[in-house]
């Protein structure tokens, strides 16, 4: 099915086209690339839209956190465009805690796509890689450029150990997924 067709399914509320477009969009650069603290991708758009049809749709949650971890990984490319949105000395701070509010509203999609389906492997170790990978939050500090405690973002304290819940319990019905062993394993758990 192509996108036009996809995108006319997807206008008449079907979910499961939305979902589709959703994650073909997901591989252009435009689903990644934000040029302002508001901007809504294409992609983004069209899994959030199939997401209020189907909020339990773990697939859906997973293939969105996947999509917000990227935007947040990739924002720090576009420092760049840090200064210049709203009103003078505020455009920073806007943009800022949008693109730190995608990380954490990824770690929630995680978790809803877990709280469906606790043995969907690719949102327990896309969880879990947050948690490994914490060094993307001390780049997005430093990129940033900010060192005052206004701007310094921390992960839960909660997430390892949530991570690391998840994991078991995806190892207890799919004991070969070596990702999710060796994740446990880093986590120390």
Same mark, same amino acid.
């Given at each position: 099915?192509?996108?036009?067709?996809?995108?006319?399914?997807?206008?008449?509320?079907? *979910?499961?086209?939305?979902?589709?477009?959703?994650?073909?969009?997901?591989?252009?650069?435009?689903?990644? %690339?934000?040029?302002?603290?508001?901007?809504? *991708?294409?992609?983004?758009?069209?899994?959030?839209?199939?997401? $209020?049809?189907?909020?339990?749709?773990?697939?859906?949650?997973?293939?969105? $956190?996947?999509?917000?971890?990227?935007?947040?990984?990739?924002?720090?490319?576009?420092?760049?465009?840090?200064?210049?949105?709203?009103?003078?000395?505020?455009?920073?701070?806007?943009?800022?805690?949008?693109?730190?509010?995608?990380? $954490?509203?990824?770690?929630?999609?995680?978790? %809803?796509?877990?709280?469906?389906?606790?043995?969907?492997?690719?949102?327990?170790?896309?969880?879990?890689?947050?948690?490994?990978?914490?060094?993307?939050?001390?780049?997005?500090?430093?990129?940033?450029?900010?060192?005052?405690?206004?701007?310094?973002?921390?992960?839960?304290?909660?997430?390892?150990?949530?991570?690391?819940?998840?994991?078991?319990?995806?190892?207890?019905?799919?004991?070969?997924?070596?990702?999710?062993?060796?994740?446990?394993? %880093?986590?120390?758990?």
């Amino acid at each position: 099915m192509d996108l036009d067709v996809l995108r006319q399914a997807a206008d008449a509320g079907d *979910p499961e086209a939305a979902r589709e477009l959703g994650h073909r969009l997901c591989v252009l650069e435009e689903a990644i %690339r934000l040029e302002r603290p508001d901007t809504v *991708p294409e992609a983004e758009h069209w899994l959030r839209r199939s997401l $209020a049809a189907r909020p339990d749709d773990p697939v859906t949650a997973t293939l969105l $956190a996947g999509l917000l971890v990227r935007q947040h990984r990739t924002a720090l490319e576009l420092s760049s465009l840090y200064d210049g949105f709203g009103a003078p000395g505020t455009g920073r701070v806007a943009w800022l805690r949008s693109l730190w509010g995608r990380r $954490a509203e990824a770690f929630q999609w995680y978790r %809803r796509a877990l709280d469906a389906d606790p043995a969907h492997a690719a949102a327990a170790n896309g969880l879990a890689l947050m948690v490994l990978h914490p060094e993307s939050t001390d780049d997005f500090v430093y990129y940033t450029g900010e060192a005052s405690h206004e701007y310094e973002y921390e992960d839960d304290p909660d997430w390892p150990a949530e991570a690391a819940r998840r994991l078991r319990a995806l190892l207890a019905v799919r004991p070969a997924d070596t990702m999710a062993a060796a994740s446990l394993a %880093r986590l120390g758990a």
